[in-house]
């Protein structure tokens, strides 16, 4: 993150905690820094599949996406939303209108890895194209999507 200010000065970069509303939630602190998450059910998944450990948990004060917005970006969705939160994406979509906050393009690590294969999470994806999100692209971990008009 600290690099992010120096080399990405027009953007608004903010080192905080998205979730599904405003609230202080237990942050999962991993071995592997990467696999932090606020998923109690995701890093338990993670420590077995990786063989790693919960380090540790911290408490987290967490925002919306609307509090973020309304705070520093006056209400306004930008043109790409990125996602990659640790399998708490689909509580966080659910958690706006999308809408009203309608990016014209959204990246979201959209896959588990289920033992030895990699399983696209159909409900968020389902999600999103329900909201009239057409999938533009798939990487085989992200699935980029853009709203259809």
């Known amino acids: 993150y600290k690099a992010f200010p120096r080399f990405r000065k027009r953007d608004t970069n903010l080192n ?58 006056k209400g306004e969705m930008p043109d790409l939303l990125t996602m990659d939160v640790e399998g708490f994406e689909l509580e966080i979509f659910r958690s706006f209108d999308l809408s009203t906050l309608r990016p014209k393009v959204i990246c979201v690590e959209a896959y588990d890895i289920l033992e030895d294969k990699k399983v696209i999470r159909k409900d968020l994806v389902g999600h999103l194209t329900d909201q009239g999100y057409s999938i533009y692209a798939d990487t085989g971990l992200n699935v980029i999507l853009t709203k259809e008009i």
């Open 16 to 73: 905080i905690a998205i979730s599904d509303r405003n609230e202080v939630k237990p942050l999962y602190i991993m071995t592997i820094p990467s696999l932090n998450t606020l998923s109690l059910k995701e890093a338990e998944r993670n420590a077995k599949l990786y063989n790693i450990k919960i380090e540790r948990t911290e408490e987290k004060q967490c925002y919306s996406v609307e509090y973020v917005l309304g705070q520093h970006h």
